[in-house]
């Protein structure tokens, strides 16, 4: 259940708004409400909620200005209520990347729309934050730490290689050519300092940008697999599946 924000002055309105919509039925609980922006502040930061549906025009702090410093502590969706059709309140609500603007009376049926519509981002938002999590491991290149020797750091070069030229085609044979060193002996050292053989390392690292690309939403499943290295298709979805547990495709879905 995705936890909603009611800030607004008027006792009726977010009384209505609180308790006469089916919210169980669009995946939301009411965590809590406000009745003006400083106290929305406080329950921003205290509730942490999913979706925060305030109104513009509130005693001590704006709407506007409630959710731009709500958003220094916490991670929401906003839709914004006004009586108002002020175009300056309106782009700063774009600015600050306001879910939807809506004039009052609010009507159900558009709010519920819009609130359906922000639970599937959110739901989206979650899954992909769960794939980028579990692929954030040792692995990742910007936390993976080996240990700065001598012999070390032939490793370390490779790793800064890889980051820079993750999507042509390479592989520790590579690296060993450029180094001076043999392909055996690069890869003994990078498994000693890693825990695994370079293509596992350069396969998770590669789906690692991959999902960074599909969740722009810009490029196609086959674009991306061409953008990170993969020269089959095939081989990219089989890649990609083993890593995350699901194929590209459905990622994107």
């Not at 009586?83 to 300056?88: C, I, L, T, V």
């Not at 999507?167 to 043999?182: C, D, H, N, P, R």
Request: with cysteine; aromatic share 10%.
């Amino acid at each position: 259940m995705y936890r909603v924000l009611i800030v607004e002055d008027e006792d009726i309105i977010r009384k209505g708004i609180a308790y006469t919509m089916d919210w169980v039925g669009m995946g939301c609980t009411i965590a809590g409400e406000a009745a003006n922006g400083r106290e929305g502040i406080e329950k921003i930061k205290e509730l942490q909620p999913d979706i925060v549906l305030a109104d513009i025009m509130m005693p001590i702090c704006d709407g506007i200005e409630m959710i731009r410093k709500g958003q220094e502590f916490a991670d929401f969706k906003a839709i914004i209520m006004t009586s108002y059709a002020d175009f300056e309140y309106a782009k700063q609500a774009i600015e600050l990347g306001v879910s939807a603007y809506l004039m009052k009376p609010v009507d159900e049926a558009e709010l519920r729309s819009h609130v359906e519509k922000l639970a599937r981002e959110i739901e989206k938002d979650n899954r992909i934050r769960q794939l980028t999590d579990k692929m954030k491991t040792a692995d990742d290149l910007d936390t993976l730490f080996v240990k700065s020797d001598k012999e070390n750091d032939y490793v370390q070069q490779v790793l800064a290689a890889t980051k820079e030229r993750y999507a042509e085609k390479i592989g520790m044979e590579t690296f060993s050519e450029e180094l001076g060193v043999s392909a055996s002996y690069l890869s003994r050292k990078f498994k000693e300092a890693t825990g695994q053989t370079y293509l596992d390392f350069l396969n998770k690292y590669r789906v690692q940008q991959a999902i960074k690309l599909l969740e722009t939403g810009t490029y196609k499943v086959y674009e991306v697999s061409d953008m990170t290295g993969f020269s089959d298709y095939k081989y990219f979805s089989a890649v990609f599946k083993k890593y995350t547990g699901r194929s590209p495709s459905d990622f994107v879905k």
